[in-house]
């Protein structure tokens, strides 16, 4: 297996990373090996944020269409009694 050594790294973003593998409950060197695991997969989105939201919920409930708001004048609430 191949090694990699990372020079010059801030101080505060190796402090994250431990407090990061503390609190998954592992160590630092294998936290670091899932996050350029991760990184190494270089999986992007393909679409914009509003596709990428509704594939995330794709199937998880609504049965109905919700209609859309544009073109309809959105008025202010009241509190006036």
Known sequence: ???LVV???ED???EKLQRRAKKQGCSLE???RDILR?????KRP???LGTEVAALFRGKGLDFDIP???GYTLKP???DK
């Open 68 to 70: 859309e708001l544009r």
């Open 7 to 9: 020079r010059n790294l």
């Open 1 to 3: 297996m191949a090694q």
């Open 38 to 42: 991760a990184a190494a997969v270089n």
């Open 30 to 32: 294998e936290l670091v």
């Open 12 to 14: 505060d973003v190796k």
């Open 77 to 79: 609430p009241t509190f």
């Open 46 to 48: 393909t679409g914009g």
